[in-house]
């Protein structure tokens, strides 16, 4: 059977002058309309679509690819905004999606963007988008390891730094101490597992942690300093943004791989940057 709201491989039954119509099991006979009909598909083959509902309500199949799908988080547009009913968000396909008033969390305007949960209503069988984000958040207890890289989407700010989801599923916190500079809501970025604390609450880094990270950051910096001549303007007075913007590590990884890279005595520190030492 077809499942709303996500990608499905449906057999094409027949074609009509609207397009072809799938088998969508017990919903049916689900019309993917002619635009969107690659060249040289005919019935009997299968489709990878794309099911949902159109403006009349009834099940439609695309080939386009939405920017999420049910169960995912994601970052939209504000398209626009209908007092009494909510936003409508840009999620990409032709109907925009809805953001009922009841689900969300502050207010929006068209032009903005929204952190969003998309999901399925079940009362009214329609693909919806909830900005209460902590509902969806899953709270089983994860099964990751420290160091592990995982997937982050910026969600807000604590006083401490950013909460963040991790892989589409659990909340986490990155402390502003590790990070260059400001992050924005709905910003997506690789990290990594810190500390899963006996709560259940996880700690995140953007750098790999401990020993793990000095020596591929260390590698990076003399990579960086050997496509410089061999020399780098960076040191401990430098800007985080600097380094992260040179380097792609915060200021603190970046100190932790000169370090090291001093004690093996490849590199020089000078009070204006780096150089490497030459190879006797």
């Not at 919806?128 to 709270?139: E, F, G, K, T, Y």
Request: no cysteine; hydrophobic share 40%; charged share 25%.
């Amino acid at each position: 059977m077809a499942l709303l709201g996500r990608r499905n491989t449906l057999p094409i039954v027949r074609e009509a002058p609207p397009g072809f119509y799938l088998d969508g099991g017990a919903h049916g006979e689900i019309l993917l309309p002619g635009r969107y009909i690659p060249a040289g598909a005919r019935p009997g083959e299968t489709m990878d679509v794309f099911v949902y509902r159109d403006s009349e309500d009834r099940l439609v199949a695309t080939t386009e690819t939405p920017r999420a799908m049910i169960g995912e988080f994601a970052s939209l547009r504000v398209v626009s905004w209908r007092p009494g009913i909510g936003a409508f968000l840009d999620w990409g396909l032709e109907k925009d999606l809805l953001l009922p008033l009841r689900e969300l969390a502050a207010s929006v305007r068209p032009g903005g963007w929204v952190l969003v949960y998309v999901n399925l209503d079940e009362r009214s069988d329609r693909i919806v988008a909830s900005a209460r984000l902590d509902r969806w958040l899953d709270l089983t207890p994860p099964d990751y390891k420290e160091g592990q890289p995982v997937k982050l989407i910026v969600s807000g700010r604590t006083p401490l730094g950013y909460r963040a989801i991790i892989n589409q599923a659990h909340g986490g916190l990155l402390y502003r101490a590790e990070l260059a500079g400001p992050l924005f809501e709905g910003e997506q970025l690789d990290g990594f597992i810190r500390t899963i604390r006996p709560d259940g609450k996880i700690d995140l880094g953007i750098d790999p942690a401990g020993h793990l990270r000095i020596a591929p950051l260390g590698e990076r910096v003399i990579e960086a300093l050997k496509a410089a001549g061999g020399r780098l303007p960076y040191h401990d007075g430098s800007p985080p943004e600097e380094i992260r913007a040179a380097l792609g590590m915060s200021k603190k990884a970046f100190k932790q791989a000169i370090g090291a890279l001093y004690r093996e005595q490849r590199i020089r520190i000078d009070p204006d940057g780096i150089r490497l030492r030459k190879v006797s």
